[in-house]
């Protein structure tokens, strides 16, 4: 693995792995890997602002997450455009309102419009703002993640050493596949790992790409890559959080183009659960698709990807909802589409209850051949609660659906929107923590914000 | 269960069902449904027009079926309307030439310009024409399938000795819930054991209305209806080919109607997919949506129930594609959409190669940290067949898609629906087949047709 960042390899070389002989090359022996990933916890908690919203980590659940990091925005009323800061915050409310939405991955659309240097400053001041779920810094150099970490402390009221009690976020580190981790996330994992928050790491292996064109070959190197990442964290802190994450795709060989939610994407998320089960390690999986518009292949690719995550046994799924082009594009109608889908796959692997009473055998006599159950005692009982009850889909008939407009689940998913960003309210902050980030955002400003990376 | 034919009950009374004391109630002992019910087969082959496309039923394979039995049609360029003759010629085009297709259910589309009484006449002949893939002629009556079987001898050149050594189509009874079999189908299910040919037993149990509310309850009562069927057919004809069916789904209690693809339908269809396999019998389950059109809702209900048949491990799966609104209609577009969404389960259940070639360190080392795949030889040996090839899926990037007008998914699966059509060929028929085939339904027609159900 080639390590691009000094600090990094002094330390990983320090405790262990072996250098050279190319410049920023580092070997990790077999053993060496064995020892310090089983150092990683198997389980803990992601803090969120609001405790009732705090993600158990390798606990069983599957925690879905928001579109993170796409560069455009693309909505009904709009169309498709460069995101700003209107649009980041108009995500991070629905994400709020949607329960479903566990946590937030990076920022859900790119604020364009804000400057590079101090952008994550604002973004980071926004999500402890207008949400009280769990989030992620962006892991680009140590003075982000170290402003970030400032600034949970401010909004949750922390010392240092409250912070380090336990993960109050966690990051992503992007392998530059094949087999290079550079040197902003690097150092900024160290700063993570430090402070003992959560550290992702997430090879974007595509199969025919930066990957062998195989998927025993392009997960042989994600295992490679996710590994390494795994055990430098373990050097840097011993027993720091960390989650085993899974990118790998295929891409269209006759362009190029990454796909997503292929059978080899389901597959790939499938087979990643049981590597990281294997290790011992919480796991992350992802949504997505490559459509353009969030039409019938967004729908099914996207299940595609969910399923694999689900059945897979992801601990965290991030774009989970809202996603677009492989990521180019966040929709927020998608996203209100992908939050019913969501529901729909927790209520499908909920319980399901078997004793005298749900088998309702008392019922079957009473009705008896021919009857119905509509006024059955067992029914009325029951029926405001039994079923899953859906957000979106509409199951009146053909004649009441004309009747009403004859309005498809994308323009519902429009209106179910706004109405979501209308009834949007805040979390509750102490003012006085507010005035402590607002005055650590402006210093920070004043300084010009993160000038390393 | 009330067994509304006279002939049915005789024939259940003498082989140890109870009578009474209602005038059309038989009970049926515990015993007595393990003692037939274990007679029925795990395992046989559905044959095909083509042995090629001969289904092996009980070997672990999920076989994918067209819709079936819509009354309306609903396509882009027409727009929702009766089902005609035309529409069901063109149904059984598009299954047949969609490889991912394998069999049909009842009539695609119901043609309702045909007189009932000689429909079957036209439509049986019609399959076994237009197609050479496994079909289901309607079990309502003695009459209709002694004539599918008579036509299934001439198309096939069999003699009734050779009829009889194996299923040449299958059928499927619906029990009228709760806890009812009608007389057309009893009649007609007797005919079909006799002459061991396959059947399907499903009940039409939805929650809350023809079923207890509740999904333990539901499955308890399909499980009684399928198996006194079951029981049923081994008593007729003991080792008669038959089928574990399941359609167990819920209804919106606001409004009575159905709804499919459901978390609960999902439950259901996995866990009925464990009853069959408790009893040792193949097992039936379904695709379905409650979509007025072939929208996000279509799309994400569709894939809930297809995961869960998959999940379920069905061996056959009515109305895997095409269907819309609950049955009521059957979508062209959507047949496309959906062969997509079947090729792509299959092909995520294919089995992932793992050994040194396919692990590919080799290529990895060859192309090392930092650079890429896709000149490498593992790659460029492989490059044309590593992955699955969609069939509708655009994986252009949002410039390229634009610049070519834009055209999301229905538009698409529209111009391959036509292409399908352009492209139709029907399978080889000898002449002295088909005019055999034509002498029995005109001599059937001059005899008026079915008048017994």
């Not at 566990?102 to 400057?115: H, R």
């Not at 892991?139 to 380090?164: H, Y």
Request: proline share 7%.
């Amino acid at each position: 693995m080639d390590f691009l960042s000094p600090r990094a390899r002094a330390m990983a070389i320090s405790a262990g792995a072996t250098a050279g002989p190319e410049p920023e090359r580092l070997r990790f022996d077999r053993g060496l890997v064995t020892e310090m990933v089983a150092k990683a916890p198997a389980r803990f908690v992601l803090r969120a602002g609001d405790p009732l919203k705090n993600l158990p980590i390798g606990e069983g659940f599957t925690h879905w997450g928001c579109v993170s990091s796409a560069p455009q925005v693309n909505d009904l009323s709009g169309g498709r455009r460069p995101g700003s800061q209107e649009d980041f915050r108009r995500f991070v409310k629905l994400g709020h309102g949607l329960n479903v939405i566990g946590f937030f991955g990076g920022y859900p659309v790119e604020p364009q419009d804000l400057p590079p240097a101090t952008r994550h400053l604002d973004c980071i001041s926004d999500f402890l703002t207008l949400t009280d779920k769990v989030f992620h810094p962006y892991c680009l150099g140590a003075t982000r993640i170290r402003d970030a970490l400032d600034l949970i402390r401010l909004a949750r009221g922390l010392t240092e050493d409250e912070l380090r009690e336990g993960p109050q976020c966690y990051t992503v580190v992007n392998s530059s596949s094949p087999l290079r981790y550079d040197a902003p996330m690097l150092d900024g994992l160290i700063e993570m790992a430090l402070a003992n928050q959560c550290v992702c790491f997430t090879p974007f292996t595509l199969a025919g790409a930066m990957a062998p064109i195989t998927l025993a070959g392009a997960l042989a190197q994600q295992n490679a890559e996710t590994l390494a990442g795994i055990a430098f964290a373990q050097m840097v802190r011993p027993g720091a959080p960390v989650i085993y994450g899974a990118y790998t795709s295929n891409v269209d060989m006759r362009t190029g183009a990454p796909a997503m939610g292929t059978p080899e994407y389901f597959k790939a998320a499938v087979i990643s659960g049981q590597l990281a089960r294997f290790y011992g390690v919480p796991y992350r999986s992802s949504g997505g698709n490559a459509a353009n518009a969030p039409d019938a292949q967004a729908v099914y690719e996207t299940t595609f990807a969910l399923w694999g995550a689900k059945l897979g046994q992801a601990d965290i799924v991030m774009h989970s909802a809202g996603w677009l082009e492989g990521g180019l594009s966040a929709s927020p109608e998608k996203l209100v589409i992908d939050a019913e889908i969501l529901q729909g796959i927790d209520a499908a692997f909920a319980p399901v209850a078997v004793d005298d009473e749900s088998l309702g055998l008392d019922a079957i006599r009473e009705v008896g051949p021919g009857g119905h159950f509509f006024g059955a005692a067992h029914t009325m009982a029951r029926y405001t609660s039994e079923f899953y009850s859906p957000l979106l889909s509409d199951w009146s008939n053909f004649g009441a659906w004309t009747a009403a407009g004859s309005r498809e689940t994308l323009a519902r998913a429009h209106d179910l929107m706004k109405a979501l960003l209308d009834a949007y309210e805040p979390p509750a902050l102490e003012p006085a923590r507010a005035e402590a980030m607002a005055a650590h955002v402006a210093r920070r400003k004043a300084e010009g914000g993160a000038l390393d990376a």
